[in-house]
């Protein structure tokens, strides 16, 4: 049986005057979008033009909700309870939601951003609560999380629908959380190197983590920061190796 596996961008974070990514030329290379929701990017006309793009070219519309922290992108941390970043998330999905289905179409995975996205990744508590959250609102979501987060097993205590997740331009630790930011090494630049990973992940379900060790990490979907530089030639690259490697490119 062939491999398969989705490839994913986070998009639609331009907002107002503000042009961040290229999404007009990345959608149509992926197989699914995550649409920034208003509160670390985008706003309703990007996101009215994001699902309109995504509608165009066949890709599955995720909802991509974070902090509210237009200024830091979403990736400062927030002290902000449980229950607040429960009620945050869906206020953001409803959004996305509401405006797929008023387009014409829906919406079909969740995937958390930035700094909620890690703290939800080690905090079983706030995982819990976030995938109750999401199955709330329609129960044929998807969440789409961190391989072998505390998101991934919370969504499956609750039986959530869950794909696994790994990064093409991002370093692991030994736990196969993502290196921090501010860390050397944390951004994967080297494009070889970048192949290598992804190739890796997909087909033998582990990866080098900054240390050296090799783990395990199952790829359900391959993520590329549509923020990123070099977002665009990462994708094709990642695209064209793939089909090298007779591996199938779908959303989950």
Known sequence: MAVRVDLNCDLGESFGAYVIGDDENVIPLITSANVACGFHGGDPVVIRDTIALCVEYGVSIGAHPGYPDLQGFGRR???????????????????????????????????????????????????????????????????????????????????????????????????????????????????????RRVIGMVKDGTVESATGLRIPMKADSICVHGDGENALVFVKRIRSALMDEGVELGAF
């Not at 829906?106 to 930035?114: A, E």
């Not at 990744?121 to 998807?142: E, K, Q, V």
């Open 77 to 195: 941390a927030m002290a902000m309870s449980v229950s607040d970043a429960k009620a945050f998330v869906q206020y953001q999905v409803a959004a996305l939601y509401g405006m797929c289905a008023a387009m014409g179409t829906r919406l079909n995975h969740v995937k958390l951003h930035g700094a909620l996205y890690n703290r939800a990744a080690a905090d079983y508590p706030l995982a819990h609560a976030i995938c109750t959250g999401i199955h709330n609102i329609d129960a044929r979501l998807t969440l789409l999380a961190l391989s072998g987060s505390e998101m991934v097993r919370a969504a499956r205590d609750i039986d959530v629908r869950v794909a696994s997740e790994v990064f093409a331009d991002r370093a692991v630790e030994e736990d196969g959380s993502l290196v921090a930011r501010g860390k050397p090494g944390a951004m994967i630049a080297n494009e070889d190197e970048m192949i």
